[in-house]
């Protein structure tokens, strides 16, 4: 026959000390809450950003230049190999390549359609950084015509100052049909080739060619074998992750101002939900602390009716586990009501602070519930531990 | 199962007891079945010898066995087994619960492992004389009521040994002649041993060994 709890219920317990219980309760529900809350909103903190990332196979790349001070101002700030394989060498950087200027002098223009022409410059970078290359962005030596990417940045721009100079808006669809010209003079000569925008890139400010061509054309308008660029894009996991901006500060690199000033404050935010994890975290060991002394108070003062049954052949084990099970329902209440709370703040955060944005969910993270499944589990676990030792402290 | 009590000496005491005691420094064993009486005058060591038996204490040299089980070396997981299972025991200072009835007293040690079922009891406690006790708070019960309860008790589950330490201190010579009948019919059902430690000799428990401490 089974032994029955019930009969010996009474026997423990005995003066148990009710406002000690509660108080201990409600930390524990206030503490539990605080770790939840914090956690959520971490994940919050994430969501939002990651929408916000221009990424291409789950990597962020961003540009930096060296910083121009009054100090290095008139010295070469443009990027050594050396400066690329440090930056290659970083474990948050997954790649760097440079932005490589024209060392030639290049006049573009529009031909009859728009009575238009300009110097500009061209560069040319790995394929892997830009985000949008179609398959004919390729040149062979001897090619006349030329593919070009063209930044949506600089389109937008052109659209704005079109009318002031009686030129036509145009689209990017009509952009692209439109046969630019392109005069490149250097110091060992002149050539002219056709361009066509096949691209529009609005990760890259620039007028991009491909890397040949323009290598090409640098030894044979200038003679320069390898040329360095002034900007470089970093391919990273994470374009917002601390290490990589505390790296690049110390470095004197400059990078993107909107992107660092979002990764920073997310750093500052994401310090003080951390601060507030780990108060409520405090709070849940306080909660715990006051229930162990709560537990040790109860045994204390059943102390004699504990110590006659294990002296009648009660196991103590068998007594544990009895006693810590009469815990288990308040520790699932808990953190069920602390989970609650939490889903009902996400909701709010969600519906009221948020507007429904897209890229929050009202409901809490599974990895929350997770977290208060093994909080519980946890409790549970420490509780009957401390009940055992007690009760063989006392057998 | 076999008792055997080795060169066993408590801590406390003197070497020189065991010159005349025929229990402290020497070498006993006690089978199932068998009925031993020892007598000790007041001081000489009778509750300390049936708590080193009941595994209570343990301030004591040598060993006591239970067939091949050194109790030394039980935990009290180990312990709480053998009290179940094996020995069981009358206290000389009682120990109920007091805030709780005689019969609820009776029940928690029942229901660790029911020898009898619960008619039983009453039955018991009518042939003691508490039957109308049971629904009383052990606390306000006389000494002697308490000591028929706690006697009852002892017999609610299986054992092989029955420790006696004076259980009948409280008692009147006609409520301890009903009770230690009661005993020996409940340990003749068990073929179980009774170890009685008193002060003096009883005429109405048939030891087979007697032994002074």
Known sequence: ?395 | MQLHIQQVLPTYFEETIKARSEIWGKDLLFSKGEMIKIVAPSGSGKTSLVHFLYGLRKEYNGTIRYDNTNIKDLNAEGFAGFRKNNISVVFQDLRLFPEQTILENLEIKRELNPYHPQEKVLEMAERLGIASRLDRKARICSYGEQQRAVIIRALLQPFDFLLLDEPFSHLDTENAKKAMALMLEEAEKRKASIVFADLERIDYFPHTRLLHL
């Open chain 1, 1 to 395: 026959m089974a032994l029955n709890y019930k009969t010996i219920k009474p026997l423990l317990l005995t003066g148990s000390n009710a406002t000690s219980r509660a108080f201990s309760y409600i930390g524990l529900t206030v503490g539990i809450l605080l770790l939840l809350c914090s956690v959520q909103m971490f994940i919050n903190i994430q969501q939002l950003l990651k929408k916000n990332d221009i990424r291409k196979n789950g990597f962020e790349y961003i540009s930096i230049s060296k910083m121009v001070t009054n100090a290095n101002m008139g010295k070469d700030n443009r990027f050594t190999t050396a400066d690329l394989n440090e930056l290659k060498a970083q474990p948050f950087i997954d790649g760097a390549a440079p932005l490589l200027p024209n060392e030639f002098k290049v006049v573009a223009g529009a031909g009859s359609m728009i009575p238009f022409s300009s110097d500009i410059f061209i560069e040319a970078l790995d394929n892997e950084f830009i985000d949008t290359v179609p398959p004919n962005f390729t040149w062979q030596e001897g090619q006349q015509s030329i593919p070009v990417i063209f930044s949506s940045d600089m389109l937008e721009m052109y659209n704005v100052f079109a009318p002031s100079y009686d030129l036509p808006q145009m689209s990017p669809a009509t952009a692209s049909n439109v046969n630019l010209s392109l005069r490149c003079e250097g110091a060992l000569g002149e050539m002219s080739f056709q361009a066509n925008i096949v691209a529009f890139s609005d990760r890259v400010s620039s007028v991009l060619v491909p890397e040949n061509f323009l290598a090409w054309a640098n030894k044979k308008l200038e003679g320069i074998d390898s040329v360095k660029g002034s900007r470089v894009f970093i391919k990273t996991k994470d374009a917002n992750d601390e290490k990589l901006l505390r790296f690049l500060d110390e470095k004197g690199y400059r990078v993107n101002k909107e992107r660092a000033a979002l990764g920073r404050s997310r750093a500052l935010l994401q310090g003080i939900i951390s601060g507030l994890g780990l108060f409520g975290l405090l709070v849940v060991l306080l909660a715990l602390m006051l229930f162990s002394f709560y537990l040790q108070l109860v045994v204390a003062r059943s102390k004699d009716n504990l110590q006659l049954l294990i002296t009648l052949g009660y196991s103590p084990s068998w007594l544990s586990k009895n006693l810590a099970k009469r815990f288990v329902p308040v520790y699932i209440i808990v953190v069920l009501i602390a989970l609650s709370v939490t889903q009902l703040i996400q909701w709010g955060f969600h519906h009221f602070v948020m507007y429904d944005r897209p890229e929050l969910s009202s409901y809490i993270h599974p990895s929350v519930a997770i977290i208060a499944a093994v909080l519980a589990i946890a409790s549970i676990i420490a509780n009957y531990g401390m009940i055992k030792r007690l009760l063989h402290k006392i057998a």
